[in-house]
């Protein structure tokens, strides 16, 4: 165990380099995952081609022995053979298992494993720090697929072209040799067949790359959409659409199968093709040295050595042609997933961004533009100061910009023009991990992790202790409710996993846990954006006074369709369009009888009405 130990830890599976964007090219891509594994996918490559030589050596020398045996006299036959006999025992019994066990343990133990966790891993982190665009317009379960598939197509089409190249290189030139040296006449018909060998790979295997590279979009289109129906499963029941995501997941299903029939009937005609010409190689070779021996030019031991090595070439040409198979149906896996993974991250920290130092909570928004690519719309010429401790109101119809200007403050995009300010220090100078550890943020659509609920509640602040979380959960009115709660494998109370984005709390619960996250983290900046819409009048009292308490020395952005939430803000922004309209009190708005005055009137249920605003801000999303 310790010698398999010694080769498992010769490559580090996570190395600590940060990613950097992969290469958009086949070569390059698979250049740029294999770093650190190449010294011993070079020394397993150089082993393998020592144990061809002796392989091919091997049968040569069995070619001897049977001339020996034709001629010797048993008498004297292990006197004059014997210390070449016993050459060959310990070739057989000691060097050639030790170069295979070492060849084995690199390969399997350091390669195998290790190599295609590496690319896991990097390609993980690289995707991680991806924007949110990219995420919005991809399947999960179609990214986590690419993911997987890739890194093991990468260390497929390095390993077997290695492979390819030792046979080809090292074992068929030793048997030309090997036959040549025995009698020339008799590589011709290996020649022809080589030929023959190699046409078959130039028609066949680019087409096999070709299906291989559209089976492998398929399996993920096929695995995206059947993650996508489990991950909205309360949807689909709540429809009534249990048949429909049937037939949506069938027709990726049928596409997959497409491939996969068109893929067998290349290989089934390439076998049989393969078949035919590996049994006129056997035949030609078998008369040819048979002919000879009769001729007396060549030995009944060449001619044991030559249908011998024919044979072993019969089965290795099988090998060889499913490899190579196996190999460009890997490039085409590794084809599609570069276009998955070999993109530019469109949020970025610049070169030497610092971290951001937030001792205020100052925001200022100076002359903003967004339009998320289109040119104009959702946001623009937009400023806006938010002092130092002081709570703010966003108000709007749907699709005035609010969220987008969230979004905007958090960098989960970069603005077109205008810059935003933390503390005087512009926020596309900064790194984007101490920005947000800045920010406390409670949503109205608040998803969890599918973990337990204390590790969702340390979440927001992963090193603080168990009396901390305790205080953040009590202080969200969840101590109750978590305390009952219990999951299929019987972990209960703040052991008990909540299940895929939280599915089975209530919303109330979910958001409950989710504003304990918060009030855990503790950042100077908190942004709530409908944070009490999916709790009931009663809980909603509760933690409405415990929220007040968490903006305590706090700049607060709040965002809220329902205005009797944010009245009691220090001063309320309301925007239309993009651009800010009104700003004052919750009095001073109502006394100016503007757009605020008008929706507070209107209000009906607490909740604003949506008109066609709504369509600006979500057609520029789409």
């Given at each position: 165990?310790?010698?398999?130990?010694?080769?498992?830890?010769?490559?580090?599976?996570?190395?600590?380099?940060?990613?950097?964007?992969?290469?958009?090219?086949?070569?390059?891509?698979?250049?740029?995952?294999?770093?650190?594994?190449?010294?011993?996918?070079?020394?397993?490559?150089?082993?393998?081609?020592?144990?061809?030589?002796?392989?091919?050596?091997?049968?040569?020398?069995?070619?001897?022995?049977?001339?020996?045996?034709?001629?010797?006299?048993?008498?004297?036959?292990?006197?004059?053979?014997?210390?070449?006999?016993?050459?060959?025992?310990?070739?057989?019994?000691?060097?050639?298992?030790?170069?295979?066990?070492?060849?084995?343990?690199?390969?399997?133990?350091?390669?195998?494993?290790?190599?295609?966790?590496?690319?896991?891993?990097?390609?993980?982190?690289?995707?991680?720090?991806?924007?949110?665009?990219?995420?919005?317009?991809?399947?999960?379960?179609?990214?986590?697929?690419?993911?997987?598939?890739?890194?093991?197509?990468?260390?497929?089409?390095?390993?077997?072209?290695?492979?390819?190249?030792?046979?080809?290189?090292?074992?068929?030139?030793?048997?030309?040799?090997?036959?040549?040296?025995?009698?020339?006449?008799?590589?011709?018909?290996?020649?022809?067949?080589?030929?023959?060998?190699?046409?078959?790979?130039?028609?066949?295997?680019?087409?096999?790359?070709?299906?291989?590279?559209?089976?492998?979009?398929?399996?993920?289109?096929?695995?995206?959409?059947?993650?996508?129906?489990?991950?909205?499963?309360?949807?689909?029941?709540?429809?009534?659409?249990?048949?429909?995501?049937?037939?949506?997941?069938?027709?990726?299903?049928?596409?997959?199968?497409?491939?996969?029939?068109?893929?067998?009937?290349?290989?089934?005609?390439?076998?049989?093709?393969?078949?035919?010409?590996?049994?006129?190689?056997?035949?030609?070779?078998?008369?040819?040295?048979?002919?000879?021996?009769?001729?007396?030019?060549?030995?009944?031991?060449?001619?044991?050595?030559?249908?011998?090595?024919?044979?072993?070439?019969?089965?290795?040409?099988?090998?060889?042609?499913?490899?190579?198979?196996?190999?460009?149906?890997?490039?085409?896996?590794?084809?599609?997933?570069?276009?998955?993974?070999?993109?530019?991250?469109?949020?970025?920290?610049?070169?030497?961004?610092?971290?951001?130092?937030?001792?205020?909570?100052?925001i200022v928004f100076d002359r903003v533009g967004f339009h998320y690519g289109k040119g104009k719309g959702v946001i623009e010429n937009l400023s806006i100061h938010v002092r130092p401790g002081e709570k703010v109101g966003i108000v709007g119809r749907s699709g005035a910009g609010k969220s987008t200007l969230v979004n905007l403050l958090l960098r989960f995009y970069d603005l077109e023009s205008g810059r935003i300010l933390v503390d005087g220090q512009d926020i596309s100078a900064v790194t984007q991990d101490t920005l947000r550890a800045q920010i406390g943020m409670v949503t109205q659509d608040t998803s969890l992790l599918h973990r337990s609920v204390r590790e969702n509640i340390l979440y927001g602040r992963p090193d603080a202790g168990e009396a901390m979380m305790l205080e953040a959960a009590r202080r969200a009115e969840a101590l109750d409710f978590i305390a009952a709660l219990a999951d299929p494998k019987g972990r209960k109370g703040f052991d008990a996993h909540v299940g895929e984005r939280g599915v089975k709390l209530s919303g109330g619960q979910?958001?409950?846990?989710?504003?304990?996250?918060?009030?855990?983290?503790?950042?100077?900046?908190?942004?709530?954006?409908?944070?009490?819409?999916?709790?009931?009048?009663?809980?909603?009292?509760?933690?409405?006074?415990?929220?007040?308490?968490?903006?305590?020395?706090?700049?607060?952005?709040?965002?809220?369709?329902?205005?009797?939430?944010?009245?009691?803000?220090?001063?309320?922004?309301?925007?239309?369009?993009?651009?800010?309209?009104?700003?004052?009190?919750?009095?001073?708005?109502?006394?100016?009888?503007?757009?605020?005055?008008?929706?507070?009137?209107?209000?009906?249920?607490?909740?604003?009405?949506?008109?066609?605003?709504?369509?600006?801000?979500?057609?520029?999303?789409?």
């Open positions: 165990m310790r010698m398999f130990a010694w080769f498992e830890r010769r490559l580090d599976p996570f190395p600590v380099a940060e990613p950097t964007e992969p290469p958009k090219t086949l070569i390059a891509f698979c250049l740029h995952y294999s770093k650190g594994a190449w010294p011993y996918i070079i020394v397993s490559t150089v082993l393998s081609a020592i144990l061809a030589i002796i392989e091919v050596w091997l049968f040569g020398f069995l070619g001897n022995i049977v001339d020996w045996l034709s001629n010797a006299n048993r008498e004297t036959f292990l006197q004059t053979e014997g210390w070449k006999l016993a050459g060959m025992a310990c070739v057989v019994l000691i060097v050639s298992p030790a170069l295979d066990l070492i060849r084995q343990l690199l390969t399997q133990q350091t390669v195998m494993g290790n190599y295609p966790m590496r690319i896991r891993w990097q390609v993980h982190r690289y995707l991680l720090k991806q924007s949110m665009t990219f995420y919005q317009d991809e399947f999960a379960g179609r990214i986590a697929t690419k993911l997987m598939q890739t890194a093991l197509a990468v260390r497929d089409c390095i390993i077997k072209l290695f492979e390819v190249l030792n046979y080809v290189s090292i074992y068929f030139v030793s048997v030309l040799v090997l036959v040549g040296s025995a009698d020339w006449r008799l590589t011709l018909p290996m020649l022809v067949w080589l030929v023959g060998y190699i046409f078959l790979l130039r028609y066949f295997i680019p087409r096999l790359g070709k299906v291989g590279q559209e089976q492998a979009d398929a399996r993920s289109t096929m695995t995206g959409r059947i993650a996508d129906s489990y991950s909205n499963i309360q949807t689909v029941k709540l429809f009534s659409h249990a048949r429909r995501e049937a037939s949506y997941a069938r027709d990726a299903m049928s596409g997959f199968i497409d491939t996969v029939y068109r893929s067998m009937r290349l290989v089934t005609v390439l076998f049989v093709l393969l078949g035919i010409l590996n049994a006129a190689l056997l035949v030609a070779v078998s008369a040819l040295s048979i002919w000879l021996w009769v001729g007396g030019m060549v030995s009944i031991g060449a001619v044991a050595v030559v249908i011998g090595l024919v044979l072993r070439m019969w089965g290795m040409s099988h090998w060889v042609m499913w490899e190579m198979s196996g190999l460009f149906e890997n490039i085409g896996t590794v084809q599609d997933g570069i276009g998955s993974i070999s993109l530019p991250r469109l949020v970025e920290d610049k070169p030497g961004a610092k971290d951001i130092a937030v001792t205020k909570g100052d979910r958001q409950r846990v989710a504003i304990a996250r918060v009030m855990l983290k503790d950042a100077p900046i908190l942004i709530l954006d409908e944070a009490t819409s999916a709790l009931d009048s009663e809980v909603e009292a509760a933690i409405q006074e415990n929220l007040y308490r968490l903006m305590e020395g706090k700049t607060v952005i709040a965002i809220a369709h329902r205005l009797s939430t944010i009245a009691a803000m220090d001063r309320l922004i309301v925007m239309d369009k993009g651009v800010v309209i009104e700003d004052g009190t919750h009095d001073e708005l109502l006394a100016r009888d503007g757009l605020y005055a008008q929706l507070w009137r209107r209000q009906s249920g607490g909740f604003l009405p949506d008109d066609e605003a709504g369509e600006v801000e979500r057609a520029a999303a789409e």
